[in-house]
C-alpha cells in the first residue's frame, strides 16, 4: 500500500479426491449406523448385503469437492517509524485427511472379514472357545468358519440368523468400520495480531496474541456398545449383527489461545540474548494422541467416551495442552584481549551459549478399568468418577510423589462421570543445555576447533505424567509401586548429543567433548 502499511491478500483453493481402491473392495454401510438401526435397516433377519454397500471403488462414502482458503495480512509501521511495528492477520488452513483412514474401508466385509473372538465361545454351544484350543470348536475354528460363511453367503443373501443357524455356537459376528455421510476436511480458521518495539539499535521486545479454531476434526465413536449396569449403555448390543461398530465422522473441534512475550539483544560486546514466555490454552475433543510433541506429551483418550454425547466428557485440555511455557538462550564470545600472544592464545576466543526449557506440568486422565464396556473398542476402560468435595489433584514434583488421590475416585454406578477428560495435571519440566567452544588458529586457513557440550547441564531430573493412571490398580505400596498416580518414567529431554527428539534420549547430564578442523 505505502511505506507505513503494507496489506498480503490470499486466496487458496484445494482438491483432495476421495481415496480409492482399484480393485473395487471398499464396504461401507448405507447411512449412520445408528440411524440405520432406529429406522429397521440393520436387523438380524436382514442379509448384510441389503445395509452393507459392497465392492466400492472409492473408499469413503463423500468428501469436500473444493476447499478455499482465504488470508489476509498487515504490517503497519504507526507514522512511517522504524522502531515500532503492528501486525496481524486472518486464515483458513485446510489438514488433508490422513491416507490411513482410507484403510479400514478396505478391510471390511465381504472382502476381509474382522472377526473377534473374546476368549470363550456362546454357552448355548457348550464349547471351550479359548485361542488354546486347536480343535474344531476353538477360537481359530470359530475363525475361519464365520469368516468363510459371511463371505461364501454374502451375495446370496446370508443374514445374522441364516448363519447363526448353519454354523450355531460356531459363527461369531464381524466387526465394522463405517465412515458416514460426507467426510469432510479439517481445517483451522487462525487469527493474530501482535506489535514489535525497538529499543535501541541492539534490542526489541514484542506482545503477540495466536487464536486458532479447529472444525471437521476426525473423531471415532463406538455406537454398537453396551454394558450392564452403565447406565445409559444398554444391558445388551444395540444389535448382535456386528461386534465393535468403529464409526468416523467430522464433528470433532479444538481451539486454541496463545499470549507470547519476547525479548531479543544482538551482539553487545560479545554477548546476545533471545527470551520468549508464553502462556497458552488449548482445548479439544481428541488430541490424536500426543505422538511427537515436544517435552513428551502423555497420550489419552482418542475416541469417543460418551457414543451419544461427544462433549460431555471430550471436550477438556488438549493432551500437550502447556499453560505456561519459558525459553531462553543466549551466546557469549568473551571479549578478553592479553598481550601475551601465548595467554590471549588460551584464554581469549571462547564462545559460551546456554539455553534454558522451563513449563508447567501436562494434562492426564483418571480412568477406570473396573467398568467393562462391550464392543467400546480396543481398552473397555472409561474415566473414572470422581468422588464430590474430594480434591484429586496432589503433588507430582518429583518420582517419588503421586500426582492423584485414589480416595478421590470411585466406581461409578454410570459409565460416564462427572469429569472431563485431561483434568489433571502431570509434573513441571526444567533443563538447561550449555557449551564452550574455541578455534585455536594452525595456518593461514586451517584451525582446531575444541568445545564441550552440557545436555542438562544441572543433572535435574525431570518426569513423565503417571504410566498407570488408574484406579483398578489400587495406591502405591511397597508391594504396588506401579499403583494409581504414580509417576514410573523419566521424561526425554527435547535435545541431546544424537540430535533434537532423539528417542530415548538419556534424562541425566550428559557431557560430550569435541575436537575439529576448520578450513
Known amino acids: 500500500m505505502n511505506k507505513s502499511l503494507k496489506l498480503t491478500l490470499a486466496l487458496r483453493f484445494e482438491h483432495n479426491s476421495n481415496p480409492v481402491c482399484q480393485l473395487n473392495c471398499a464396504s461401507q454401510l448405507n447411512g449412520n449406523f445408528t440411524s440405520q438401526l432406529a429406522s429397521g435397516a440393520i436387523s438380524p433377519d436382514a442379509p448384510y448385503q441389503d445395509f452393507v454397500d459392497a465392492g466400492r471403488h472409492q473408499t469413503w462414502q463423500g468428501t469436500d469437492a473444493i476447499n478455499i482458503s482465504p488470508r489476509f495480512g498487515f504490517a503497519w509501521s504507526p507514522g512511517g517509524s522504524d522502531k515500532t511495528v503492528i501486525r496481524g492477520g486472518f486464515g483458513i488452513f485446510y489438514d488433508a485427511l490422513p491416507g490411513t483412514l482410507a484403510d479400514p474401508s478396505m478391510r471390511n466385509l465381504p472382502g476381509v472379514v474382522e472377526v473377534r473372538v473374546p476368549g470363550g465361545c456362546d454357552p448355548d454351544a457348550g464349547c471351550s472357545g479359548f485361542w488354546a484350543d486347536p480343535g474344531a470348536n476353538g477360537a481359530q475354528a470359530q475363525v475361519a468358519a464365520s469368516a468363510a460363511g459371511i463371505q461364501n453367503g454374502f451375495y446370496q443373501g446370508a443374514s445374522y440368523n441364516s448363519l447363526k443357524a448353519q454354523l450355531g455356537g460356531l459363527f461369531r459376528t464381524p466387526a465394522f468400520t463405517n465412515f458416514p455421510g460426507t467426510l469432510h ?84 560486546y560479545g554477548f546476545s540474548v533471545q527470551a520468549n514466555y508464553t502462556w497458552s490454552h488449548t482445548i479439544d475433543e481428541v488430541s490424536n494422541g500426543g505422538y511427537g510433541i515436544f517435552y513428551n506429551a502423555n497420550s489419552s483418550i482418542n475416541s469417543q467416551i ?27 564470545q568473551t571479549p578478553w584481549k592479553f598481550n601475551n600472544k601465548f595467554a590471549n592464545g588460551a584464554l581469549g576466543g571462547w564462545m559460551l551459549s546456554q539455553n534454558f526449557f522451563a513449563r508447567t506440568g501436562l494434562p492426564w486422565t483418571a480412568t477406570d478399568s473396573g467398568s467393562f464396556i462391550g464392543n467400546y473398542g480396543a481398552a473397555n476402560t472409561t474415566i473414572a468418577n470422581q468422588v464430590p468435595g474430594v480434591v484429586a489433584q496432589q503433588n507430582c514434583s518429583n518420582g517419588l510423589s503421586v500426582c492423584g488421590n485414589i480416595n478421590a475416585f470411585d466406581t461409578a454406578s454410570t459409565a460416564f462421570p462427572n469429569q472431563i477428560r485431561n483434568g489433571l495435571r502431570g509434573p513441571g519440566y526444567f533443563n538447561s543445555d550449555f557449551s564452550i567452544n574455541k578455534n585455536f588458529k594452525l595456518t593461514e586457513r586451517l584451525a582446531f576447533g575444541v568445545g564441550a557440550n552440557f545436555y542438562n547441564i544441572f543433572n ?43 528417542a530415548n534420549l538419556p534424562s541425566a547430564r550428559v557431557i560430550q567433548f569435541q575436537g575439529k578442523l576448520v578450513f
Open 185 to 268: 476436511t479439517p481445517y483451522y480458521e487462525q487469527w493474530s495480531f501482535g506489535i514489535q518495539q525497538a529499543l535501541g539499535d541492539k534490542s526489541s521486545v514484542s506482545l503477540g496474541y495466536v487464536g486458532n479454531h479447529g472444525v471437521h476434526i476426525p473423531i471415532l465413536n463406538y455406537p454398537n456398545a453396551f454394558g450392564s449396569g452403565y447406565a445409559p449403555f444398554p444391558d445388551a448390543p444395540p444389535t448382535p449383527v456386528f461386534t465393535t461398530v468403529s464409526q468416523y465422522t467430522s464433528s470433532g473441534l479444538s481451539n486454541y489461545n496463545g499470549l507470547t512475550a519476547s525479548f531479543s539483544q544482538r551482539l553487545v
Open 306 to 332: 460418551n457414543p451419544f454425547c461427544l462433549r460431555c466428557n471430550n471436550y477438556g485440555p488438549a493432551d500437550y495442552d502447556i499453560r505456561n511455557s519459558f525459553n531462553a538462550s543466549y551466546v557469549w
Open 460 to 502: 535435574h531430573p525431570n518426569f513423565q505424567n503417571p504410566s498407570s493412571p488408574d484406579i483398578g490398580l489400587g495406591p502405591v505400596t511397597s508391594d504396588n509401586p506401579t499403583g494409581f498416580g504414580a509417576i514410573t518414567q523419566m521424561a526425554v529431554p527435547p535435545t541431546g548429543p544424537y540430535g533434537s527428539f532423539f
